[in-house]
Nanobody
């Protein structure tokens, strides 16, 4: 069982930066692939980024590639999402997720989810 708690969301102006963090409880954190997803009101959940258990593999959604960076610290059981060049369309609830399988873009391949943190980008 893994429990995930996100933090770091908030209000930022267009072009600004935020770093989201996800703290995981439980053992064997480095055996889980981790992902970030987001959901805006009235829209479907969208893949943002994912990272393998070792941290050597990463993948990004097309809309955030080149602006966002995912990383993890397996000694601290945390995964982070550095977000630069934020845009109003990045406004959403951001959730982290853990998968016992390989890192993936697909939400249904994740086994554990956090409650999310709100990110609002003002124009």
């Amino acid at each position: 069982q893994v429990q995930l708690v996100e933090s770091g969301g908030g209000l930022v102006q267009t072009g600004g930066s935020l770093t989201l963090s996800c703290a995981a409880s439980g053992r064997f954190f480095n055996s889980y692939a981790m992902g970030w997803f987001r959901q805006a009101p009235g829209k479907e959940r969208e893949f943002v980024a994912t990272i393998s258990g070792s941290g050597r593999g990463t993948d990004y959604g097309d809309s955030v590639k080149g602006r966002f960076t995912i990383s993890r610290d397996n000694a601290k059981n945390t995964v982070s999402l550095q977000m630069n060049g934020l845009r109003p369309e990045d406004t959403a609830v951001y959730s982290c997720a853990a998968s016992v399988g390989d890192f993936s873009r697909h939400a249904d391949e994740y086994d554990y989810w956090g409650l999310g943190t709100q990110v609002t980008v003002s124009s």
